[in-house]
């Protein structure tokens, strides 16, 4: 029988959810991480740019946007509280897939680049590879899903 105490064992669908909310209403956040607040409309990082840190949002809501400055621009997603964001490029090293923008007031858990490591590395070597596995796998997933390109319907003709 799963411990009702640990989360880790919790026999729920929404297990990354819970754990995110409860991460996000502690008062406490402890050592290595930082309460950080982003204005409306203000862009929290750019694609392409290098992961310098992750982020756990505590309150307000974030857009997820990639190709901004192209044709296709696509919207990946809408973040809020206890939603993660920039954690992909804290693993890899490899630069940001896409852009986070602030479309309320945001406050938000921040984990730095060299805090993350720090904590990774304390991790066993097994897991460490089934991690940067899975990150490779997200990536290799989202690039292919991305690629395929919207239609320009202004060249589309009907028959």
């Given at each position: 029988?799963?411990d009702?105490?640990?989360i880790?064992?919790?026999e729920?669908?929404?297990?990354?959810?819970?754990?995110?909310?409860?991460?996000a209403?502690?008062k406490?956040?402890?050592?290595?991480?930082?309460?950080v607040?982003?204005a409306k409309?203000?862009?929290?990082f750019?694609e392409?740019?290098?992961?310098?840190?992750?982020?756990?949002?505590?309150r307000?809501?974030?857009?997820?946007r990639?190709?901004v400055?192209s044709?296709?621009?696509?919207?990946?997603g809408?973040?809020?509280r206890?939603?993660?964001?920039?954690?992909?490029?804290l693993?890899?090293?490899?630069?940001?897939?896409?852009?986070?923008?602030?479309?309320?007031?945001?406050?938000?858990?921040c984990?730095?680049?060299?805090?993350?490591l720090?904590?990774?590395?304390?991790?066993?070597?097994?897991?460490?590879?089934?991690?940067?596995?899975?990150v490779?796998?997200?990536?290799?997933?989202?690039?292919?899903?991305?690629?395929?390109?919207?239609?320009?319907?202004?060249?589309?003709?009907?028959?």
């Amino acid at each position: 029988m799963a411990d009702p105490k640990n989360i880790l064992f919790a026999e729920d669908p929404l297990l990354a959810e819970k754990a995110a909310q409860i991460a996000a209403s502690k008062k406490d956040i402890g050592p290595g991480f930082d309460r950080v607040h982003f204005a409306k409309d203000e862009v929290i990082f750019e694609e392409n740019d290098m992961g310098d840190a992750a982020y756990l949002i505590v309150r307000g809501n974030v857009e997820i946007r990639k190709s901004v400055r192209s044709k296709t621009p696509k919207v990946l997603g809408y973040l809020g509280r206890g939603d993660v964001f920039g954690e992909l490029a804290l693993f890899d090293n490899s630069p940001r897939m896409a852009e986070a923008w602030a479309k309320s007031n945001v406050e938000a858990i921040c984990i730095s680049r060299k805090e993350f490591l720090a904590r990774l590395d304390s991790t066993d070597d097994v897991m460490k590879a089934i991690v940067l596995h899975m990150v490779k796998r997200v990536r290799s997933t989202s690039d292919s899903l991305l690629e395929q390109d919207d239609p320009d319907w202004n060249k589309w003709n009907k028959k």
